[in-house]
């Protein structure tokens, strides 16, 4: 059974031990939090701040990507379907529409048409929320893409710790050796600090990415 609980009823579990059900404690207080301090904002906009920010503080990094969804999380527009035009099925449905809009969580596997963390454009171009977004950013160490940033603002990068496995050289990923990229007109951080061990385009990847990262200022 799944069930979906309101941010109120969320608050219910608070003494569940459960980490998992801690966090989702955590996260619907900060949007009940929100909601009651920004009331110029919709509801909707409220939660999707506090959402926002949770995504900004525990994994450091927010992109500006399009997107695609059934329905805005925030103004509940949906996408026109698409119907069949000719033949016998003309005018039944050939497949549910989508509103185009931007992606914020930075995911290296996207579900189709259904944003992690994001909104249609129209909701995302609104002056009122976009200030906000900015303005509670702004004291965030998260690495942020030119839309969120404001001018003046700390700079933040994300970097990942890396092990090597040919000599178990563990560091940031900034601290390898810089490697000619294949048009031999950059470079990118491939080597091992302390082996000979290489990333190559098309061979072994031998250093790899672990699951810690720092936030350096840029
Ligand atoms: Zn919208
Ligand atoms: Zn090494």
Redo the contacts with the bound molecule.
């Keep these: 059974m799944k069930l979906e609980l309101t941010d109120d009823e969320v608050l219910l579990l608070s003494s569940s031990p459960r980490e998992e059900i801690q966090k989702a404690v955590g996260l619907a207080r900060a949007r009940i939090e929100m909601a009651k301090s920004r009331p110029e904002l919709s509801i909707e906009e409220a939660r999707f701040l506090a959402d926002v920010l949770d995504e900004a503080k525990t994994r450091g990094v927010l992109v500006w990507e399009a997107g695609t969804m059934f329905s805005c999380p925030l103004c509940k527009k949906r996408g026109e379907d698409i119907l069949y035009r000719s033949g016998t099925r003309k005018g039944k449905r050939k497949s549910m529409g989508v509103v185009h809009g931007i992606e914020l969580a930075n995911r290296f596997v996207r579900v189709g048409n259904n944003v992690t963390l994001g909104a249609c454009h129209e909701c995302l171009s609104k002056e009122s929320l976009l200030t906000r977004l900015r303005d509670e950013l702004k004291v965030v160490p998260v690495q942020l893409p030119a839309h969120l940033y404001v001018a003046g603002a700390s700079n933040w990068r994300k970097i990942f710790h890396v092990r ?6 563990e560091g940031l990923e900034t601290e390898m050796r810089r490697l000619r990229s294949l048009t031999g007109s950059g470079s990118f951080f491939g080597g ?6 290489e990333n190559r385009w098309f061979g072994q990847t ?2 790899h990415r672990l699951a810690t990262w720092v936030m350096v200022q840029a």
């Design positions: 090597c496995e040919s000599c178990g050289w091992c600090l302390k082996c000979s061990a031998l250093i």
